[in-house]
């Protein structure tokens, strides 16, 4: 053998094997997509008016406490829309004052006095922070949750300013864990003051038909089974802040419940309130909607039981919702796309069968049309096969269907390359030049036209990565490693095949 | 071995009128078809409502299923038999355009509960309600839970071979499965099942749904993708062959492609969706190096052959080059053949749309690409002799 045919050899001998190194073992290599594997691609937004709503309220009644304090009158505050609130009604020669205090206690709201009125408008930038801060948050409460709920290898990721990319792998109960994303999850206990009532009406008899200033009404949980309305406090004993740990357990008739017990400053408060309220009752209230209200039957402390007819999966997920916290504000589902395992498993095996029919067909075509030099073809599309997947183990590429049909196209076009070139050669050939010159001359001259068309495409497949989502992200991959990996091989790969086999005296060439 | 004994002779150019009757006929029908008809149609991607793949424990007809949709008024869904034994199905509800954007996936989500909790049929809802679970569509976990009194070490593993039983088949259609082979489920877990659980009529293969903004924004990247791709490639064609006239002639073929694909795929039922713009944009390519090839020829020839006619050293590159192109085109169409046979009903569309599209860049890289180049030489060309 010629020397730098040895070299050529050593060339393709290393590539080979370091691709075949980069993906083997396949199943740990290749990463399948969800519309392979089976899962659920969720896409949600955040609405963070709420943070800015919340922020509102807060200091609106922040500033009515501080003027209260200070001895500043006004005769009307309220909210105009989430970060504008106003006060109206303040005497003109307090307006010094409040200046000083507005001044003293926020930086993040611009005031202004336009004859009686008070204005607060939240400053642009704090406004920004404010929404970006409900963004991570919203996004960690997401990411606790699906742990807690035990999702191999979920990606939760921000995407733009105000959404959120989950995806999950595997899920057979996709409509579950949406819920238990989408849940608020504002745990509140308050004392009840009256029901329950079939209806507001009667529940508010006592109370002159008026909900009194200092409770509301709330409406008990249809999935809890009993149906009715209570008058409860406006403000509530403990939150799901004041929660130290949660456990699933039973009640005391064994049907599902959770487990809670409180940290030392909650404690003290439901320790105070428990015990001057022993026999009213207690409302355990989720996201506004009431799911029991126990009797308080005796002074307690640091613990107590949520009941209210779970199933044992409820049960389960409300542990995982209190464990990881409520969400600073509200979601909203934008995209979702499922797939579930079987139609998955499916799609590989169909994939599969379409791409091994595929190279069949051009083998069996390829040796029938080029005899010899079309078994050269071949393992030059074999090679560039397994370049192919030695490359997307390389990148961590994730493999789709679309990136499945990709590869199955690039086997039709890997032997472009050669047909340019095996044509070209037979021109050679035709013209009478010898073999060996031939083939050279069909080398260099299909060179330009090969370099050319894979570029092309190659161009269209940048783009395409550029812009696609997911699926088409997969497509563009492996159509980009097919193309390159036939410059390889059907240029280099092929030539040396002819160099080594083909006599330097050759007078016949099978092709 | 050889498609021609010697190179075939075809005045490929004589018939250029033809083709370009032929092009435009199939163009302008397209463009009626799209402006007026039918035309193209937006799919789930875009943010046209939503998807749904299910399947059924026993094969059943269209007309059986659009009159379950009817029953909750959903009856002018689109329903699609896709595989085998008239046992899966696509449905797509058509969008109930709400007010307001906030609602809109929320009732597509909607919609798409109806359309499944209306194809489990009274019967399933009832043993639902009766507090039974449905065997064909319980995750793992609750299985585990429930085989546990039965089988309490065993439980966790029961489940998942039950689940991958599942997986595998898509549905259990009867009970004996379970007690036969692969399954060999013990007596005593089988007894528990048919008293606990039950098998559902159907079970949800896919769900797709994509609210208004996101399908806005995929309408925009598929655009961005479409626009810079062309750009990508004309740079490159411009760069490479320094004549105006090449660079005309491959906007020209390019916008073909487009047009002639996409008009052929507006008369069928298929919709668009991402993968579709990923096929046209490979054709696109596809036919462009087809005819960066023949241009490369022209080129070379016209360097040797300095005497001949441009028309003639365009028939010769044509000819020089068939044998080429329709070997190349034909293992491309061989490949994406084998996909639309094989590939199965998720990739479908994008297949049909690759088999036009092979079809169509032959024959616009043979008849149409050359002429153009032609027109260009005889009008602005002499023009400027005559000055």
């Known amino acids: 053998m010629k020397k730098n045919l040895q070299w050529k050899l050593a060339i393709i001998v290393v590539v080979i094997g370091l691709c075949l190194f980069l993906v083997y073992p396949p199943k740990d290599k290749i990463k399948l997509g969800l519309d392979l594997k089976g899962g659920t691609h969720l896409v949600l937004q955040v609405l963070t008016e709420d943070a800015v709503n919340v922020e509102t309220d807060q200091q609106l009644s922040r500033f009515e406490e501080v003027f209260k304090k200070n001895n500043i009158t006004y005769l009307e505050a309220n909210k105009e829309k989430p970060g504008r609130f106003y006060f109206r009604g303040i005497p003109v020669d307090q307006e010094g004052k409040a200046r000083d205090l507005i001044d003293q206690y926020t930086r993040d709201w611009d005031y202004s006095f336009s004859g009686d009125r008070l204005t607060f408008n939240l400053k642009m930038v704090a406004a920004q922070y404010l929404r970006d801060l409900a963004v991570t948050q919203t996004l960690e409460t997401i990411r606790n949750r699906i742990d807690q709920f035990g999702v191999a290898e979920p990606v939760i990721q921000r995407q733009g300013s105000d959404r959120i990319v989950v995806e999950l792998p595997g899920i057979e109960d996709p409509d579950r864990v949406k819920n238990l994303i989408k849940v608020t999850a504002v745990l509140e206990f308050k004392l009840v003051k009256a029901g329950p009532a079939p209806d507001e009406e009667t529940l508010l008899r006592d109370f002159g038909g008026k909900v009194p200033e200092d409770a509301e009404v709330v409406k008990s949980d249809p999935k809890r089974g009993t149906q009715g309305y209570y008058l409860v406090s406006k403000v509530a004993t403990v939150t799901g802040k004041d929660l130290r740990t949660v456990r699933r357990g039973v009640d005391e008739w064994n049907n599902p419940a959770v487990h809670f017990t409180l940290n030392p400053d909650g404690a003290k408060r439901f320790e105070q309130v428990t015990g001057a309220n022993i026999g009213k009752q207690l409302a355990i209230i989720l996201d506004g909607r009431l799911q029991s209200a126990p009797v308080i039957e005796a002074r307690i402390s640091d613990s107590g039981i949520i009941q209210g007819r779970f199933t044992p999966e409820e049960a389960d997920d409300l542990v995982v919702i209190l464990k990881a916290g409520a969400l600073p504000a509200g979601i909203k589902y934008l995209e979702e796309r499922t797939v579930g395992p079987s139609l998955g498993s499916d799609s590989v095996r169909q994939g599969l069968m379409a791409g091994l029919v595929a190279i069949f067909a051009v083998m069996v075509f390829m040796i029938f049309y080029y005899r010899l030099s079309g078994l050269n073809a071949i393992t030059a599309l074999i090679l560039n096969e397994i370049i192919i997947f030695g490359a997307m183990g390389y990148f961590k590429a994730t493999l789709t269907l679309p990136g499945i049909a990709g590869i199955i196209l690039g086997i039709g076009m890997a032997v472009d390359a050669n047909v340019l070139i095996f044509e070209r050669i037979k021109e050679e050939i035709a013209v009478g030049k010898n073999i060996t010159s031939s083939i050279a001359t069909g080398f260099s001259r299909a060179f330009s036209a090969i370099f050319d068309s894979n570029l092309t495409t190659i161009i269209s497949a940048v783009f395409l990565f550029q812009f696609g989502t997911g699926p088409i992200k997969g497509y563009a991959v492996t159509l980009i490693c097919s193309l390159v990996a036939n410059l390889f091989t059907a240029v280099f790969v092929s030539r040396f095949i002819f160099d080594a086999f083909v006599p330097t005296n050759a007078k016949r060439l099978s092709i | ?387």
């Open chain 2, 1 to 387: 071995m050889q498609i021609f004994k010697k190179t075939p002779n075809i005045p490929f150019l004589k018939y250029k009128w033809i083709a370009l009757a032929v092009t435009l006929v199939i163009v302008v029908a397209g463009l009626i078809n799209i402006l007026v008809g039918k035309g193209l149609k937006l799919g789930v991607d875009f943010g046209e409502g939503t998807l749904i793949r299910v399947m059924f424990k026993e094969p059943v007809s269209v007309s059986e299923v659009r009159k379950l949709l009817s029953e909750v008024g959903l009856g002018d869904s689109i329903i699609q038999e896709a595989g085998k034994e008239s046992r899966e199905f696509q449905i797509r509800t058509m969008e109930k355009r709400t007010t307001t954007q906030d609602q809109e996936i929320e009732s597509h989500q909607i919609l798409a509960d109806r359309v499944i909790q209306s194809l489990q049929g009274e019967e399933d809802r009832q043993k639902l309600a009766q507090g039974l679970l449905d065997l064909n569509n319980i995750d793992r976990t609750s299985l585990t839970n429930l085989l546990r009194s039965v089988a309490p070490d065993e439980a966790e593993n029961l489940a998942n071979k039950i689940v991958n039983y599942r997986t595998e088949n898509g549905i259990i259609a009867s009970w004996d499965e379970l007690s036969r082979e692969p399954l060999n489920l013990p007596g005593e877990v089988t007894s528990l099942l048919q008293n606990r659980t039950f098998l559902g009529k159907m079970t949800v293969l896919s769900r797709e749904t994509v609210g208004p903004q996101v399908g806005k924004d995929l309408r925009k990247k598929a655009t961005q993708a479409i626009i810079w791709s062309l750009i990508g490639m004309l740079v490159y064609i411009a760069l490479r062959f320094k004549g105006v006239e090449y660079g005309a002639a491959a906007i020209f073929t390019l916008a073909q492609d487009v047009l002639i694909t996409m008009s052929i795929y507006s008369f069928t039922p298929r919709e668009i969706n991402l993968p579709i713009i990923a096929g046209l944009l490979t054709i696109v390519g596809f036919s462009i190096n087809d005819t960066i090839v023949i241009f490369d020829r022209i080129r070379e020839l016209q360097r040797t052959m300095r005497k001949e006619k441009l028309e003639n050293i365009m028939n010769l590159s044509l000819n020089l080059n068939l044998s080429r192109t329709l070997i190349t085109s034909g293992t491309v169409f061989l490949t994406v053949l084998s996909l639309y046979i094989f590939g199965g009903q998720v990739i479908n569309d994008f297949a049909f749309l690759m088999l036009i599209g092979t079809i169509e860049g032959v024959y616009s890289t043979i008849f149409l690409s050359c002429p153009v180049v032609l027109f260009w030489n005889q009008y602005f060309k002499k023009k400027k002799l005559h000055k």
